[in-house]
């Protein structure tokens, strides 16, 4: 095989971390046309007065997922398809044909829904978010297209294809009538709803190219769906007997560090989000992705092994974890409060997903609180009352990590020591110009106690004793800046929760 060739693009995102609210953005607006009791047909239909909320969050960033045209065969196939039907009973109770509206991810075209509204007005959307600093992040799906997008007639070569001379019919869970390869991972089985493109056709390279380029003319983030499956190792496993009959060589370079340096040349400050599942994550970051989702953190924290989650923390580069996207959920996901099993725990995993360098990756429904799914072909899911706890939770915090203190600073990870009881206590610090944070989290059933030696505790106008804050209940204790820069600051923490201290 050809050696790999990568170039790193530089990065433009923030030291510290980002904040992003993703929304599906179709279930939205018919959730929006229920509360506002008004059609909510076009994305410039959104009431404004919702953007500009999730702005006064902190928020920079919002990901409209799903905005792009879609095809008549995947609703068909979402319609109609047994298993599916039996999971939309389950997770939906009494849902109606008009509940199925077509998984996002079967693209035909990278041109606005019609359903959303118009390219104008995702183009004025845009206008009208930048002008109160949030950036608009769009999908850009590159693994496969839609069954029905016109390549699949025009433009066969640019698909995976049986092997020649494959005897017809084809295998019909691995294949399309015509012979191209449904979109697949490689494991799990087939997406049959889409047709699997080839990356190691120079043709497709360029046309995909030019799509990305059109999603970025739209957007200042770009969400890209099973990134990995894109790296010439793992399409070239996935696909080594159809390429190999069809005389496919792989390509000198990965196609990311090709397609991400042309976008930047032409929007240098576009951010790119790779969805990827381990060990891959590190190769997206070096082809040039400013962020790589973190699922390992999502599922350490759920497995409650706390040495586990401080070597996740501590065994990686503040490179690494600075480009990794954390969450607690998301459209793939299983909501927080029924992951981790509870909304109070899943509270306690916030705490320290929200808090680590790199890009803060928020669902819409986690600050509910809610723990009924939304299906990715559903508009929407099962209603259940937000906790009121939760929604009080997420407001403080997010008031918190929208500090610059967490958007530019710089992370220091903090052993903390004195007793057993220090076991489940995770510790680190913040610091940017003349503000300090210090983040003690203890993610276990039992109450944890320890010292943290800070040894920029400085005294104030030349008294020992200083102001220490607990952002999280808005306390404030005294202590000697002294005492905390020898031997410590002493704490107690309950269990399933933390303290984000000001001092």
Same mark, same amino acid.
């Given at each position: 095989?050809?050696?790999?060739?990568?170039?790193?693009?530089?990065?433009?995102?923030?030291?510290?971390?980002?904040?992003?609210?993703?929304?599906?953005?179709?279930?939205?607006?018919?959730?929006?046309?229920?509360?506002?009791?008004?059609?909510?047909?076009?994305?410039?239909?959104?009431?404004?007065?919702?953007?500009?909320?999730?702005? !006064?969050?902190?928020?920079?960033?919002?990901?409209?997922?799903?905005?792009?045209?879609?095809?008549?065969?995947?609703?068909?196939?979402?319609?109609?398809?047994?298993?599916?039907?039996?999971?939309?009973?389950?997770?939906?109770?009494?849902?109606?044909?008009?509940?199925?509206?077509?998984?996002?991810?079967?693209?035909?075209?990278?041109?606005?829904?019609?359903?959303?509204?118009?390219?104008?007005?995702? #183009?004025?959307?845009?206008?009208?978010?930048?002008?109160?600093?949030?950036?608009?992040?769009?999908?850009?799906?590159?693994?496969?297209?839609?069954?029905?997008?016109?390549?699949?007639?025009?433009?066969?070569?640019?698909?995976?294809?049986?092997?020649?001379?494959?005897?017809?019919?084809?295998?019909?869970?691995?294949?399309?009538?015509?012979?191209?390869a449904y979109g697949s991972a490689g494991w799990g089985g087939s997406w049959f709803d889409t047709a699997q493109l080839?990356?190691?056709?120079?043709? $497709?390279?360029?046309?995909?190219?030019?799509?990305?380029?059109?999603?970025? !003319?739209?957007?200042?983030?770009?969400? $890209?769906?099973?990134?990995?499956?894109?790296?010439?190792?793992?399409?070239?496993?996935?696909?080594?007997?159809?390429?190999? !009959?069809?005389?496919?060589?792989?390509?000198?370079?990965?196609?990311?560090?090709?397609?991400?340096?042309?976008?930047?040349?032409?929007?240098?400050?576009?951010?790119?989000?790779?969805?990827?599942?381990?060990?891959?994550?590190?190769?997206?970051?070096? #082809?040039?992705?400013?962020?790589?989702?973190?699922?390992?953190?999502?599922?350490?924290?759920?497995?409650?092994?706390?040495?586990?989650?401080?070597?996740?923390?501590?065994?990686?580069?503040?490179?690494?974890?600075?480009?990794?996207?954390?969450?607690?959920?998301?459209?793939?996901?299983?909501?927080?409060?029924?992951?981790?099993?509870?909304?109070?725990?899943?509270?306690?995993?916030?705490?320290?997903?929200?808090?680590?360098?790199?890009?803060?990756?928020?669902?819409?429904?986690?600050?509910?609180?809610?723990?009924?799914?939304?299906?990715?072909?559903?508009?929407?899911?099962? !209603?259940?009352?937000?906790?009121?706890?939760?929604?009080?939770?997420?407001?403080?915090?997010?008031?918190?990590?929208?500090?610059?203190?967490?958007?530019?600073?710089?992370?220091?990870?903090?052993? $903390?020591?004195?007793?057993?009881?220090?076991?489940?206590?995770?510790?680190?610090?913040?610091?940017?110009?003349?503000?300090?944070?210090?983040?003690?989290?203890?993610?276990?059933?039992?109450?944890?106690?320890?010292?943290?030696?800070?040894?920029?505790?400085?005294?104030?106008?030349?008294?020992?004793?200083?102001?220490?804050?607990?952002?999280?209940?808005?306390?404030?204790?005294?202590?000697?800046?002294?005492?905390?820069?020898?031997?410590?600051?002493? #704490?107690?923490?309950?269990?399933?929760?933390?303290?984000?201290?000001?001092?």
């Amino acid at each position: 095989m050809t050696s790999l060739i990568t170039k790193k693009v530089s990065s433009t995102v923030p030291a510290g971390g980002m904040m992003m609210y993703e929304v599906s953005t179709r279930p939205w607006m018919y959730n929006l046309s229920i509360t506002y009791n008004t059609p909510i047909n076009t994305l410039l239909d959104i009431p404004f007065e919702e953007f500009e909320n999730i702005k !006064s969050m902190g928020f920079d960033m919002i990901w409209m997922m799903g905005v792009w045209e879609l095809g008549e065969y995947g609703l068909n196939y979402d319609q109609t398809n047994g298993p599916l039907l039996q999971h939309y009973a389950q997770v939906l109770p009494g849902y109606t044909q008009a509940d199925i509206i077509g998984s996002p991810y079967a693209v035909t075209n990278y041109s606005v829904n019609p359903q959303v509204g118009l390219e104008q007005d995702l #183009v004025e959307l845009r206008k009208k978010l930048n002008a109160i600093g949030l950036l608009l992040m769009l999908d850009f799906v590159p693994n496969h297209t839609a069954v029905d997008a016109e390549w699949t007639t025009t433009e066969m070569d640019y698909y995976i294809r049986a092997p020649q001379g494959t005897p017809t019919p084809y295998d019909n869970n691995t294949y399309l009538p015509n012979g191209i390869a449904y979109g697949s991972a490689g494991w799990g089985g087939s997406w049959f709803d889409t047709a699997q493109l080839n990356y190691w056709n120079p043709n $497709c390279i360029k046309a995909r190219i030019q799509q990305l380029l059109t999603v970025a !003319s739209f957007a200042d983030a770009i969400r $890209c769906d099973m990134a990995y499956l894109l790296l010439n190792s793992l399409f070239g496993s996935n696909w080594a007997t159809q390429l190999q !009959s069809w005389g496919y060589e792989q390509p000198a370079q990965e196609f990311w560090s090709v397609a991400i340096e042309i976008v930047k040349q032409e929007y240098p400050n576009i951010i790119f989000l790779a969805e990827v599942y381990h060990p891959y994550e590190e190769n997206l970051q070096q #082809v040039g992705f400013d962020y790589t989702y973190d699922k390992m953190l999502h599922d350490i924290l759920n497995g409650g092994d706390l040495n586990a989650v401080r070597a996740w923390i501590s065994g990686h580069s503040k490179q690494f974890t600075t480009h990794s996207a954390h969450f607690i959920s998301n459209h793939d996901e299983p909501r927080g409060a029924n992951f981790f099993g509870s909304w109070w725990r899943s509270d306690a995993a916030a705490l320290i997903t929200y808090t680590l360098p790199g890009l803060r990756f928020f669902w819409w429904g986690d600050f509910q609180g809610y723990s009924n799914q939304l299906d990715i072909h559903l508009r929407r899911e099962q !209603s259940e009352p937000a906790i009121a706890d939760a929604m009080s939770f997420y407001q403080t915090l997010t008031s918190i990590v929208s500090d610059p203190v967490f958007k530019n600073g710089e992370f220091t990870y903090l052993n $903390c020591t004195n007793d057993q009881e220090s076991w489940n206590l995770i510790a680190y610090k913040w610091t940017y110009q003349n503000e300090r944070r210090l983040c003690v989290l203890n993610f276990s059933d039992q109450q944890g106690t320890g010292n943290i030696i800070l040894d920029d505790a400085e005294p104030i106008n030349g008294n020992d004793t200083i102001p220490v804050t607990d952002l999280l209940s808005d306390t404030t204790y005294y202590r000697s800046s002294e005492q905390i820069r020898t031997t410590g600051l002493y #704490v107690i923490i309950n269990s399933w929760y933390g303290q984000i201290f000001k001092y």
